[in-house]
């Protein structure tokens, strides 16, 4: 197993998943691509997440490592991601829908319903052997024109890379420390309690 699985994978207080366990957030990707019907099936499966009235409000536009669209993604990354998410094999821009399709009231739920989607994706991913890192740090507003997302009407919620896992030193630090720092979580008592 590579070294870096075996650090970052979950240690729970109860028994989940191999698959929520095995997922995390690297840094450092392998230079293999990924094909667009890998793509397409991490996207299939976040496609069939529930959605309230069955909106379905996710958007995923892709692009991979070398395209135009990829690197006009790149240039939106913050100082802080800009040394190692370039090293990505894709991207993925993530939005919903504002409004219901229907009737064009506000969703109130367009937002968790895209969240719902990415972490069908990103199980899918895993399953996969491809790991993803959800990246909140570029600017949204150049990354919205770019992609030429009406903002009225979409939400642009975060920029997703994805790519094969890679050796943890090829990376500069802070980025190395991390990659090799377990993972944690709060206690289950700080944020779930019956009621």
Known sequence: MNPTLELKEARTEHDVLPLIRRRFSPRAFTSEPLTDDELLTLVEAAH?????????PWRFRYAHRGSVAFDALRATLSTGNQPWAPNAAA????????LHARNQAPNATWAFDTGMA????LAQ????GIYGHLLG???HAAANEALGINTA???????LVL???????????????????P?????????AQRI
């Open 48 to 56: 069939w997440a529930p959605s309230s009235m069955n909106e379905q």
């Open 118 to 121: 990415v972490g069908n994706l």
């Open 153 to 159: 009407e979409e939400g642009l919620i975060c920029l």
């Open 163 to 181: 790519g094969r896992l890679g050796d943890a030193d090829s990376l500069p630090e802070p980025f190395l420390t991390r990659e090799r720092t």
């Open 91 to 98: 991207v993925i821009a993530i939005s919903g829908m504002k």
């Open 125 to 128: 991913a895993t399953a996969m």
């Open 137 to 139: 740090g570029f600017n």
């Open 183 to 191: 993972r944690s979580r709060k206690p289950l008592s700080e944020i």
